[in-house]
């Protein structure tokens, strides 16, 4: 149900912060879905960055702990990722998805995607 539009890709310096929006659109629950950011980086596959249940449990992939941050503000239809400190090789199309739990496919709901943001981490 509804769209996502990611937000915030640019260039930046490798160090430097960055934070990552995705804004649900369409008159959407977004507290039935899960959450979750992936990456694909030139020349490489894509990858699942970042998750976020509907529950709050957030889970990384291993490059970007400690890094990466996940989080969501259902009440502004609206998650984010946090990114500091910032490496060359986190150049990349940036992506939100949400997805939804059993209970809500059953009930119509359907997983969606953005399309994508680019991040360009260069000095």
């Known amino acids: 149900q509804g769209q996502l539009e990611e937000s915030g890709g640019g260039l930046v310096q490798p160090g430097g912060p960055r934070r990552l929006s995705c804004a649900a659109t369409?008159?959407?629950?977004?507290?039935?879905?899960?959450l979750a950011w992936y990456r694909q980086a030139p020349w490489n596959e894509l990858e699942v960055v970042a998750t976020?249940?509907?529950?709050?449990?957030?889970n990384y992939t291993d490059p970007v702990k400690g890094r990466f941050t996940i989080s969501r503000d259902d009440d502004k239809f609206t998650f984010y990722i946090q990114i500091n400190n910032l490496q060359p090789e986190d150049t990349a199309v940036y992506y939100c998805?949400?997805?939804?739990?059993?209970?809500?496919?059953?009930?119509?709901?359907?997983?969606?995607w953005g399309q994508g943001t680019l991040d360009t981490v260069s000095s």
């Open positions: 998805k949400k997805t939804p739990t059993s209970n809500m496919i059953s009930l119509g709901y359907g997983t969606d």
């Open positions: 369409g008159s959407i629950i977004l507290s039935v879905y899960a």
């Open positions: 976020i249940t509907s529950d709050g449990a957030t």
